[in-house]
Nanobody, 123 residues
Framework: QVQLVESGGGLVQPGGSLRLSCAAS????????MGWYRQAPGKERELVGD???????NYADSVKGRFTISRDNAKNTVYLQMNSLKPEDTAVYYC?????????????????WGQGTQVTVSS
């Protein structure tokens, strides 16, 4: 089994910053892509950004220049640094990862999701 556990959400004023973390645990062989998604009330889940094991990043246009994704491969952890937050960034933020894991003597690959963490930007 593989688990993703997020932390770091909360309430912040417009213009403020937050840092989210997501740690993967379990019988992990490797993780190629780790990313962050968000879902606001009444809206579909959308990609915020992702990062490969080699460090290549991809961001949604709405967060470019404000959010930064990084990862620590040794710790199987991905981070989301969010600066200049806006009320429209309010959402539940989910971590996702494409994980190759051990099952017996072989490996399999699957996508996993965290439980989500609430980010609220409000004065």
């Amino acid at each position: 089994q593989v688990q993703l556990v997020e932390s770091g959400g909360g309430l912040v004023q417009p213009g403020g910053s937050l840092r989210l973390s997501c740690a993967a645990s379990g019988r992990i062989f490797s993780i190629y892509v780790m990313g962050w998604y968000r879902q606001a009330p009444g809206k579909e889940r959308e990609l915020v950004g992702d990062i490969t094991s080699g460090g290549s990043t991809n961001y949604a246009d709405s967060v470019k220049g404000r959010f930064t994704i990084s990862r620590d491969n040794a710790k199987n952890t991905v981070y989301l640094q969010m600066n200049s937050l806006k009320p429209e960034d309010t959402a539940v933020y989910y971590c996702a990862a494409n994980v190759k894991y051990y099952t017996g003597s072989v490996t399999r690959t699957n996508d996993y999701w965290g439980q989500g963490t609430q980010v609220t930007v409000s004065s």
